[in-house]
């Protein structure tokens, strides 16, 4: 069976637990929104911020809502997920992100940015430079944040950095060297595991918002389900599509207990 024959099978207009979900469409509970509201409130305030959590809880999603809800006139967002840059490249972006022409060195970016703060001053955008993956980063990058998240102008910060990680960026930045960048970010935030009643509500979110008229997963399903995922969103989009294109070739209307388990591992044929 294609693709476009389970979709089909459903009713559905698209595959709904795809990775490309639109910001209007993003799955925002209250214990989300809360993160998002402190993360929007750490912009407003010109702090820096650290957001961690597991592999695919959805932190970049969160990201995309902090973006959606900044508004454009008063922020310049700048996204980097590639956190293994080396020292060099990773001023290139930075200087990007703050609508400079690139510099190589350091003491050119602080230059650079002298220069633009009044700029930045009279027409009143803020720079936010969000680092995601920043476990990966290079001591060397991680050092010379803490420079930058120091530099401040009428002591008003110049710019707030967002760093975004699995859980040990956050043991890294307790370590004795990165101390100070560390007790320079007022806000560190964790997503926690999703429960039971949120991956409920997280499938019939994008179960509805993918055009479904009714429930597509049995009540025992989705225990089976959050307890496979550990409520990481992106193991319950993957498992929630192999169950349903299994369900789809048992002609069945809902995903059930039995069709939800023979789902984990896609070795098992049926
Ligand atoms: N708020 C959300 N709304 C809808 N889907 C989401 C949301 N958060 C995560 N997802 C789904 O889970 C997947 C993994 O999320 P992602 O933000 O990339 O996780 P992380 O960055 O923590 O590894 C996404 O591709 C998306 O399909
Ligand atoms: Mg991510």
């Given at each position: 069976?294609?693709s476009?024959k389970?979709?089909e099978?459903?009713?559905?207009?698209?595959?709904?637990?795809?990775?490309?979900?639109?910001d209007?469409?993003?799955?925002?509970p209250?214990s989300?929104?809360?993160?998002?509201?402190?993360?929007v409130?750490?912009?407003?305030?010109?702090?820096h911020?650290?957001?961690?959590?597991e592999?695919?809880?959805?932190?970049?999603c969160?990201?995309?809502a902090?973006?959606?809800?900044?508004?454009?006139?008063?922020?310049?967002?700048?996204?980097?997920?590639?956190?293994?840059?080396?020292r060099?490249?990773?001023?290139?972006?930075?200087?990007?992100?703050?609508g400079?022409?690139?510099?190589?060195?350091a003491?050119?970016?602080?230059h650079?940015?002298?220069?633009?703060?009044?700029e930045?001053?009279?027409?009143r955008?803020h720079?936010?430079?969000l680092?995601?993956?920043a476990?990966?980063?290079?001591?060397?990058?991680l050092?010379?944040?803490?420079?930058?998240s120091?530099?401040?102008?009428?002591?008003?910060?110049?710019?707030?950095?967002?760093?975004?990680?699995?859980?040990?960026?956050?043991?890294?930045?307790?370590?004795?060297?990165?101390?100070?960048?560390?007790?320079?970010?007022?806000?560190?935030?964790?997503?926690?595991?999703?429960?039971?009643?949120?991956?409920?509500?997280?499938?019939?979110h994008r179960?509805?918002?993918?055009?479904?008229?009714?429930?597509?997963?049995?009540g025992?399903?989705?225990?089976?389900?959050?307890?496979?995922?550990a409520?990481?969103?992106?193991d319950?989009?993957?498992?929630?599509?192999?169950?349903?294109?299994r369900?789809?070739?048992?002609?069945?209307?809902?995903?059930?207990?039995k069709?939800?388990?023979?789902?984990?591992?896609?070795?098992?044929?049926?």
């Open positions: 069976m294609t476009a389970w979709i099978h459903f009713g559905l207009m698209r595959a709904p637990f795809g990775k490309d979900v639109a209007a469409d993003l799955w925002v209250s989300r929104k809360r993160v998002v509201e402190r993360l409130e750490a912009c407003h305030e010109r702090g911020v650290l957001l961690t959590g592999p695919g809880i959805g932190k970049t969160v990201l995309r902090l973006r959606h809800r900044l508004p454009e006139a008063g922020f310049r967002l700048t996204y980097c997920h590639n956190a293994t840059l080396g060099r490249d990773f001023y290139r972006q930075l200087c990007g992100a703050l400079l022409a690139p510099s190589a060195t003491a050119a970016v602080f650079a940015i002298a220069e633009h703060v009044r930045l001053e009279t027409t955008v720079p936010v430079f680092l995601d993956e476990h990966l980063l290079n001591q060397q990058v050092e010379h944040l803490h420079i930058l120091n530099y401040a102008w009428d002591s008003a910060p110049l710019l707030s950095l967002v760093l975004v990680g699995l859980p040990e960026l956050d043991e890294r930045l307790r370590l004795r060297t990165n101390r100070s960048l560390y007790s320079r970010i007022h806000s560190r935030l964790h997503l926690g595991d999703a429960g039971p009643e949120d991956t409920a509500e997280y499938v019939a179960v509805a918002i993918a055009g479904a008229a009714q429930d597509l997963f049995d025992d399903a989705l225990a089976i389900l959050h307890e496979a995922s409520g990481r969103l992106r319950i989009d993957r498992i929630a599509t192999e169950a349903l294109r369900a789809a070739r048992r002609k069945l209307k809902r995903v059930d207990r069709t939800l388990s023979a789902s984990f591992d896609a070795d098992e044929l049926d």
